[in-house]
């Protein structure tokens, strides 16, 4: 697991993932392959928001939620899975995209700590991530 707190409390909508491209490295068994990336809830709104939708639940994010124990890092916070994805070594693409589920991103919850969640990596014994890259909402 990788906490990241952020310079500031955004509405997260993406997360980059990187790694050497597949060609330039023998080494692609330490790509990391399943990953979930999960947002504190903190503050009250967000709690608000957070038991709402907790109850409401449905597809994806309830598999998730009924899965998915505690993190490790958690403290005692509430955290909710923002996405669950895999990174594709073998994609044209070394640096990948990948949207958060759009039942949380409805809600408008916001987020100042993410933490990474690595599932299983190529085949290795140990995981390399090159760089993680987390995009907020566009402002006009």
């Not at 790694?19 to 080494?27: D, F, R, S, W, Y």
């Not at 709690?47 to 109850?55: A, D, F, G």
């Not at 991103?105 to 987020?111: P, Q, S």
Request: with cysteine; aromatic share 8%.
């Amino acid at each position: 697991q990788i906490a990241i707190a952020l310079r500031d409390v955004i509405r997260v909508m993406h997360v980059m993932v990187d790694h050497i491209p597949a060609g330039l490295t023998n080494a692609t068994e330490s790509a990391p392959r399943k990953l979930l990336l999960w947002g504190m809830v903190d503050g009250k709104d967000n709690l608000m928001k957070y038991c709402s939708l907790r109850n409401s639940v449905t597809g994806t994010l309830r598999e998730l939620l009924t899965a998915r124990t505690a993190l490790a890092l958690s403290r005692g916070m509430p955290f909710i899975p923002l996405v669950r994805f895999d990174y594709n070594i073998h994609a044209t693409n070394h640096t990948q995209l990948f949207p958060i589920l759009d039942s949380v991103a409805a809600t408008g919850m916001d987020f100042g700590i993410v933490v990474l969640e690595i599932l299983d990596n190529w085949g290795g014994e140990l995981t390399c991530l090159y760089r993680v890259g987390i995009y907020r909402e566009h402002r006009t």
